[in-house]
């Protein structure tokens, strides 16, 4: 990684400068993506009575019937174990079914229920959120780019490293 620039020195120098200019634009930018990104969820969360989590995973196993539990956590980019949560979650609440597998009675295969797809059919999309929906759509050049400048803005953060393989709806 690059070395990073030095740092832009505030107009104000009290304990608590002002933003100037430039970065007060792009914090009101990561708020825009912050409420949009929140707005969807809860309005998927009110159609249906599930998280945005679950959404997102009842929908790929939708799409991919006998999933494995490893499948759906890298489909996500999650951890395993917040995958094996919100399975659990879907199965409690009748949306999934999980059975073992014919041919390894050790793999666990995921399958939606009726009830799911049902569900499913009255939620808007995208079911993975709009921030992972807009990403997608982005050509690679904007993403390296964009890549770039968040890496410099989150070296200068103190971050939780874990929190990168945490869905954006659990938050």
Known sequence: MPPLPPQRTPPNTGEYPALDDHA???LRQFRLIFNTVRRHFQTMEKQSGIGGAQVWALSLVAQHQGLRVTQLAALMDIHQSTTS???RSLIKSGLLHSEK???DRRVVE???LPEGLKLLKKIPGPFAGVLPHALQRMDEVTLLQLE???SALINRLEVDEQAAHTPIAMM
């Open 101 to 103: 597998s014919c041919s």
């Open 85 to 87: 949560n919100l399975v």
């Open 148 to 150: 770039r400048n968040l």
């Open 24 to 26: 007060a634009r792009v």
């Open 110 to 112: 995921l399958y939606v």
